[in-house]
C-alpha cells in the first residue's frame, strides 16, 4: 500500500509517487472508474478519490509533488547519539519516574545538542525514525519497518534482526542476556553463532526440537489431530463449522465422560 506524501522520502521515491499520481490523472481524464484505478495502482480507494477531487479543481497541477519535507533539525548521525542517551533511561537525567514522554525528549535535545525543538518538531523526528507512543512496560522492542518491494526482500526476520533486539535489550537492562528459543533456521544461523560467541554477555539455551512439555498446547492438538480434524483440510466456511475445533472439542469431552 502507497502511502501520503511526507515522511522523508528522497527525492527519487517522491517522484515516482508523483508518476503515480500522473497516470491516475490520465485515467480520469478517459472516465475510468477510481476503484478500477485504485486496484492497478496499488493504492487505497480513498487515495484515488483524493486525486480525482484534486484533478477536479487544479487539473494536472494539482497532482503534482508538493516537494520535500521540512528538513529535520537532527542528523542521522545526532539521532543515533541521542538514542543511546536515551537507553540510559529517565533516572539518568534527573527524572523520578521512567515515562519518556516529548517533553523529556525535547529537553534532552536541547541538552546535548543546543538546538531548541518544538514539541511537534520532535514528534516529526521521532515518526520520522520509526518511533511510536508506547506504554510503560518491560517489553523491549525495536520497530522494524518492513519494505519488501515488487516481491522482493524476506518475508520475516533474518538472523541479523534478532541479533539488533538482543543489542537493544542489552543497551536497555545493562545487564547480561540469556536467550532462550527454539530451532528456527535464523536461530540456529552461523552469524548469529558467531555473535553469541563473540559476546560474554549473552548466553543462549537452545530448546529441544519437539518439547511438549514445555508448550501445553500441544496437547490439546494431539488430541483434536485424533478424530475429526485428522487428516483434513477444510475447504470452506460451512465445513469448518460442521467438522472444525469445536466439534472436535465436544466429541473430545463426550468420550472422556464416558
Not at 86 to 100: M, S, T, V, Y
Not at 147 to 156: A, D, E, H, I
Not at 197 to 216: C, K
Request: charged share 30%; aromatic share 8%.
Amino acid at each position: 500500500m502507497r502511502h501520503a506524501q511526507g515522511g522523508g522520502l528522497t527525492t527519487e521515491r517522491r517522484r515516482f509517487r508523483e508518476r503515480i499520481r500522473y497516470e491516475a490523472g490520465e485515467r480520469f481524464a478517459r472516465g475510468e472508474k477510481n476503484a478500477v484505478i485504485a486496484k492497478d495502482l496499488r493504492v487505497s480507494d480513498r487515495s484515488a478519490e483524493r486525486w480525482r477531487r484534486a484533478w477536479r479543481q487544479g487539473g494536472m497541477d494539482a497532482l503534482a509533488s508538493a516537494g520535500p519535507p521540512k528538513l529535520p533539525k537532527l542528523s542521522d548521525g545526532q539521532f543515533a547519539e541521542l538514542e543511546k542517551e536515551l537507553a540510559l533511561g529517565p533516572a539518568e537525567h534527573g527524572w523520578e519516574d521512567q515515562r519518556c514522554t516529548v517533553a523529556r525528549i525535547r529537553a534532552v535535545i536541547a541538552w546535548k545538542f543546543q538546538v531548541d525543538c518544538s514539541m511537534a518538531a520532535v514528534w516529526r523526528l521521532l515518526h520520522r525514525h520509526d518511533w511510536s507512543w508506547q506504554s510503560v512496560s518491560r517489553l523491549i522492542y525495536r520497530l522494524r519497518r518492513h519494505r519488501k518491494c515488487r516481491g522482493k526482500g524476506r518475508n520475516s526476520f533474518a538472523w541479523s534482526d534478532y541479533r539488533d533486539l538482543v543489542v537493544r535489550a542489552h543497551i536497555q537492562l545493562k545487564a547480561p542476556i540469556v536467550l532462550v528459543w527454539g530451532n528456527l533456521t535464523t536461530h540456529r544461523a552461523a552469524g548469529m553463532r558467531e555473535y553469541a560467541v563473540e559476546h560474554d554477555g549473552l548466553t543462549i539455551v537452545q530448546l529441544p526440537s519437539y518439547a511438549p512439555d514445555l508448550n501445553p498446547v500441544e496437547g490439546i492438538w494431539s488430541l483434536l489431530r485424533r478424530g475429526p480434524l485428522a487428516n483434513v483440510a477444510f475447504t470452506d466456511g460451512d465445513r469448518w463449522l460442521r467438522h472444525g475445533p469445536g466439534v472436535g472439542a465436544c466429541r473430545a469431552r463426550r468420550s472422556r465422560g464416558g
